[in-house]
């Protein structure tokens, strides 16, 4: 099986998932991918904004059922969570917003507005706008980013396959990391 039927069988499950867990790295390479015209840049975009949402609700939803045991059974989440809780609850609109976009807070925050008086449904509409303005923007940034590629290397695709590993090699590397340096906290 070659490259382009692997992508086409896997990609949109593949960045479902990352997507869900991670954020913008897996969604940078599918949109880099669809401008190679691999994926559907339109797929793309919306493959990651149903994943983001359905991210966020989960861990909303989390923090409002089980955000108090959370915090107790995990002293590193309770840290980030308790330090801004309270700007969190004055600023609920604007940390919805913009949660998409602040990188390291994206677990800790969904669950933090869990546990804050916001209703649900107001969660869902924010994150809705929040997340759509996020994946047409990330996937626009990687659109970008592989046609500037493929203009400054024009045989750029001897290597498509070699690239598209190394980045998926240095994605399953970095989340590793982030895996042991929890499991050691």
């Not at 039927?5 to 991670?22: C, I, M, R, S």
């Not at 990651?48 to 959370?70: N, T, W």
């Not at 602040?102 to 869902?124: D, E, K, N």
Request: glycine share 8%.
């Amino acid at each position: 099986m070659d490259l382009a039927a692997l992508l086409q069988t896997y990609g949109y499950p593949l960045l479902f998932l990352g997507v869900f867990a991670e954020g913008e790295s897996l969604l940078l390479l599918a949109a880099y991918l669809a401008q190679r015209g691999y994926l559907d840049p339109y797929a793309v975009a919306a493959t990651a904004f149903v994943a983001a949402v359905c991210g966020d609700q989960f861990l909303f939803h989390l923090g409002r059922r089980r955000g108090i045991v959370l915090l107790n059974r995990f002293p590193r989440l309770r840290d980030k969570v308790g330090g801004a809780l309270a700007r969190v609850e004055r600023h609920q609109t604007k940390f919805v917003l913009s949660m998409r976009f602040l990188w390291g807070l994206r677990t800790a925050l969904p669950i933090a507005l869990g546990l804050t008086t916001m209703s649900a449904l107001r969660y869902l509409w924010l994150d809705l706008i929040s997340a759509a303005v996020w994946s047409v923007t990330v996937s626009f940034v990687g659109f970008t980013a592989g046609r500037v590629v493929m203009r400054a290397v024009e045989d750029l695709h001897r290597y498509e396959k070699w690239i598209a590993l190394a980045l998926l090699g240095l994605g399953a590397f970095a989340l590793a990391i982030r895996w042991r340096l929890k499991t050691r906290a």
